[in-house]
């Protein structure tokens, strides 16, 4: 356990000591009982409520980006994949290339251990767009976790509002991470 505690950070010091060589990101889903809306803070929720999902990318020393999936999308490996390929698209437009190494730190559960994932990755290599993906899934308990954080922040800046709508969920989102 502190061995892969260990060899996570050892990956985010090399994204910020040689960022042009190394991009580590961690990815994981905020808990789906704090997207619900309408959300009304501290009272009870109604009975009929707008599910919603958001799984977030941390790429460490660069960016959090957030993807909000409604109930009609489906989840699964194909959300989860085009986070991660949403993802490098924006550090490439952001910085005109790829670091050669991607580190990915995903969630253990299906929808990114899976062959798609795995295959997407392959592809990625084989068409030369980085030289190199460590996927690794995060630790069991791993609630104090990095990205865990941003979630939190998240959630303290929500918790207590009235928020009715997706664009109202959003700006309350883009609020809590000005800071």
Not at 124 to 137: E, M, P, S
Request: with cysteine.
């Amino acid at each position: 356990y502190m061995g892969e505690r260990r060899c996570y950070h050892e990956r985010i010091m090399q994204s910020h000591t040689s960022p042009d060589q190394y991009l580590s990101a961690v990815s994981d889903t905020m808990a789906q009982n704090h997207m619900l809306l309408p959300w009304l803070g501290n009272l009870a929720q109604p009975k009929v409520c707008l599910p919603q999902k958001m799984t977030a990318v941390l790429c460490h020393n660069r960016c959090f980006i957030g993807y909000r999936f409604f109930h009609n999308v489906g989840g699964g490996a194909n959300a989860s994949i085009y986070c991660m390929l949403r993802t490098l698209e924006m550090i490439k437009e952001q910085e005109g290339k790829l670091p050669e190494t991607f580190y990915y730190q995903v969630d253990g559960g299906s929808e990114n251990s899976n062959l798609a994932t795995l295959g997407m990755c392959e592809l990625l290599i084989a068409r030369r767009v980085v030289d190199k993906i460590v996927i690794t899934r995060l630790m069991v308990g791993h609630t104090h976790c990095d990205i865990d954080a941003f979630f939190g922040v998240i959630w303290k800046k929500i918790r207590d509002a009235t928020i009715l709508t997706p664009q109202q969920n959003e700006e309350a989102i883009k609020d809590a991470l000005k800071g």
